[in-house]
């Protein structure tokens, strides 16, 4: 039962422009939201985050959308740049336990030139 | 200052055996987190530790198992190993017991491969 889920594996995207990562849960009890960037052979690393009381968190060239009602959220990057090319992960938490994070399958982002 | 660190890095090991791996958080971090991640899915959770207490358990059989030490270091056992076992076993510390932002550090990871 995979209660979060990211639909697209891949996605390229042209140097300048924005990057858009989807990411659905189905878990109600998820009330914080994480982004987490994987390059090849390191761990993942710490993106953005967002409570489950704001529908939207800016962090310089990355922001974070939540619609509870969709059980949506989306990264987006802009603009993108070549290092920006790797896996991105959605996670989740549900109320309560800080650190089971409940992570969506990924999507590989390549910015291309 | 040192990041997570993890070893080893990539180990094989048969069907059966046992397999231990180990963990160092950065420091000053309390909690450790294990997480094993399969090819083409995302992490999923099988352990946290804090102050030396297990403080959450996913859904992994009883051949796994863990503990944290009084440095705060950590290992995580799997017994009888199973060729479904072959992932990347991923480290994460934080200061508390995960943070209310839920940052987690993560380690390089112990690439575990079952033949």
């Known amino acids: 039962d995979q209660q979060v889920k990211q639909n697209s594996p891949s996605l390229s995207v042209q140097e300048g422009r924005i990057s858009i990562l989807n990411c659905d849960y189905t878990n109600s009890m998820f009330d914080y939201f994480l982004w987490y960037k994987k390059y090849p052979a390191e761990g993942p690393t710490f993106l953005i985050s967002i409570s489950s009381i704001k529908d939207k968190n800016e962090d310089g060239r990355f922001t974070v959308f939540l619609n509870k009602s969709a059980k949506h959220l989306s990264l987006h990057i802009v603009p993108s740049q070549p290092g920006d090319s790797a896996v991105y992960f959605c996670a989740a938490i549900p109320t309560g336990t800080a650190s089971k994070l409940t992570f969506g399958t990924g999507t590989r982002l390549q910015v291309t030139l | 200052d040192a990041g997570v660190t993890q070893s080893p890095t990539h180990l094989i090991k048969t069907r059966g055996q046992h397999v231990t791996l180990r963990c160092s958080p950065i420091?000053?971090?309390?909690?450790v987190s294990w997480y094993q991640q399969v090819l083409g899915q995302g992490p999923q959770f099988i352990f946290q530790y804090y102050e030396k207490e297990e403080r959450g358990r996913g859904n992994f059989p009883d051949r796994f198992s863990a503990r944290q030490f009084p440095n705060y270091s950590s290992e995580l056992n799997v017994n009888a190993l199973l060729l479904g076992d072959s992932a990347l076993y991923l480290c994460?510390?934080?200061?508390?017991?995960?943070?209310?932002?839920?940052?987690?550090?993560f380690g390089e990871g112990s690439r575990l491969t079952v033949l």
């Open positions: 994460a510390s934080s200061l508390g017991t995960g943070g209310e932002t839920g940052e987690l550090f």
């Open positions: 420091s000053g971090h309390k909690s």
